[in-house]
């Protein structure tokens, strides 16, 4: 029985997609060769294209498991989740921007008013 490999494609926005077996998945373009350890030419220009000065299967199994990995899709809820913090805080800021800026145009009133009776006087 033929060892299988993790293979990687390239889908059509650039993605990066990894398989095992012989086709690569619809829509996508092999990077790997089914041995698993040779990169075919789209892979090479794939690499190149983005600047990775060693271009191997192992650059585009460190990439693939970047973007994979369960920290990516906590940090994403993480991000989430201060977004609407950040937002709850913004409102609470414009709730008390507004209730200082009533104070102090009744704190105004009032020293007007005291002054113009003082005025007077």
């Given at each position: 029985?033929?060892?299988?490999?993790?293979?990687?494609?390239?889908?059509?926005?650039?993605?990066?997609?990894?398989?095992?077996?012989?086709?690569?998945?619809?829509?996508?373009?092999?990077?790997?060769?089914?041995?698993?350890?040779?990169?075919?030419?789209e892979g090479l220009?794939?690499?190149?294209?983005?600047?990775?000065?060693?271009?191997?299967?192992?650059?585009?199994?460190?990439?693939?498991?970047?973007?994979?990995?369960?920290?990516v899709g906590q940090?994403?809820?993480?991000?989430?989740?201060?977004?609407?913090?950040?937002?709850?805080?913004?409102?609470?800021?414009?709730?008390?921007?507004?209730?200082?800026?009533?104070?102090?145009?009744?704190?105004?009133?009032?020293?007007?008013?005291?002054?113009?009776?003082?005025?007077?006087?």
């Amino acid at each position: 029985m033929a060892e299988q490999h993790k293979q990687y494609a390239e889908g059509k926005s650039g993605e990066l997609y990894g398989y095992t077996g012989k086709a690569a998945p619809a829509g996508t373009t092999a990077l790997v060769e089914e041995d698993g350890t040779t990169l075919t030419a789209e892979g090479l220009k794939y690499c190149q294209k983005r600047g990775y000065p060693s271009p191997m299967v192992a650059t585009l199994r460190v990439l693939h498991d970047q973007y994979q990995a369960p920290t990516v899709g906590q940090a994403i809820e993480a991000a989430a989740l201060n977004a609407d913090l950040m937002l709850e805080k913004q409102n609470n800021t414009k709730k008390m921007s507004e209730r200082l800026r009533l104070d102090w145009e009744q704190q105004d009133k009032a020293f007007k008013a005291n002054a113009a009776a003082a005025a007077k006087k």
